[in-house]
Structure formats: structure tokens, C-alpha cells
């Protein structure tokens, strides 16, 4: 790194759910957890690791602007059906080397707020997510 600007900055993140693009949106993490066994191995006092699954888990942080959560699960997960969407993350700050862009396949929501509002508080809504594949469309490289 040459300097202290080539921090990527979320302020230049951006995202899609299902091909819509998400404006409200002002946080995103998604991340991969791995369930590990032990190996022990003749000779060696050290107990290995070799993972055995992986658990990949999210959130989508958005200002409280519309229903749009409660349009797209509510009336489904309520008649029984397990909806799965795509979510296209990107993050291009241009002082950056480049912009990363990775998509999250079979994203299923773990839940839906249905209120949560508080006097003088602007409203916001966390929606929770596993999904079970993603790919790097773009990454960064110095």
C-alpha cells in the first residue's frame, strides 16, 4: 500500500437484491464461517484442523424508506413458500486500486421486522441472510 487512501471506504458500497438496486442500503457483511474437525497425526504432538462445512451468513442494513422487505418475503413465508433471492455486493472507492464486486447465491432471509420505529430516531431495518455459494465478479489487486 502507498498510502493511507487506498483504504477502500463503504461510503462507495453499493447494492442489488434480485437485480433491483437497493439505495437505501447503508451496511452489508457477508461472511463464511468454517466448521472444522480434529486430525491427529502420528508423531506430532499439534492437533490439526481439516474443515468438514462451511456456514455462510449475512446482513443487509438499510435506512427505513419503504416496505420493501415486508413486499418481498412477507406474503410468501406466510403462505408457506422459502423465497431465495441474489445479492450483487460492489464496493469502488475511487481512490482505491480497483472495485471488488461479489455476488451471494441462494440467499434466504432469517427474518422479517415488521415495526420498529422510536420517536426522533431515523428509521432503520437489519435484515439477516444465509446464503449457500457466492462468487468474485471483480476483485482488487495493487
Known amino acids: 500500500m502507498d498510502s493511507a487512501k487506498r483504504v477502500m ?3 462507495w458500497g453499493e ?37 468438514k462445512s462451511i456456514s ?17 418475503i412477507g406474503g410468501a413465508v406466510q403462505a408457506g413458500r422459502d423465497l ?7 464496493l469502488n472507492d475511487p481512490d482505491a486500486y480497483g472495485a471488488e464486486r461479489v455476488v451471494l447465491r441462494n440467499v434466504s432471509f432469517d427474518d422479517l421486522t415488521l415495526a420498529d420505529w422510536e420517536v426522533a430516531v431515523s428509521g432503520k431495518v437489519e435484515a ?15
Open 9 to 11: 471506504s463503504g461510503t
Open 15 to 51: 447494492v442489488w437484491l434480485d437485480n433491483e438496486y437497493v439505495g437505501e442500503c447503508y451496511g452489508l457483511q457477508a461472511k463464511s464461517s468454517f466448521e472444522k474437525e480434529d486430525v491427529m497425526m502420528c508423531g506430532r504432538m499439534a492437533v490439526d484442523k481439516k474443515i
Open 56 to 72: 455462510n451468513t449475512g446482513s443487509l442494513k438499510m435506512h427505513k424508506v419503504s416496505s420493501r422487505m415486508a413486499v418481498a
Open 128 to 142: 439477516p441472510f444465509t446464503f449457500t455459494d457466492y462468487e468474485f465478479l471483480d476483485v482488487v489487486r495493487n
Open 84 to 90: 431465495r433471492f441474489t445479492i450483487i455486493s460492489k
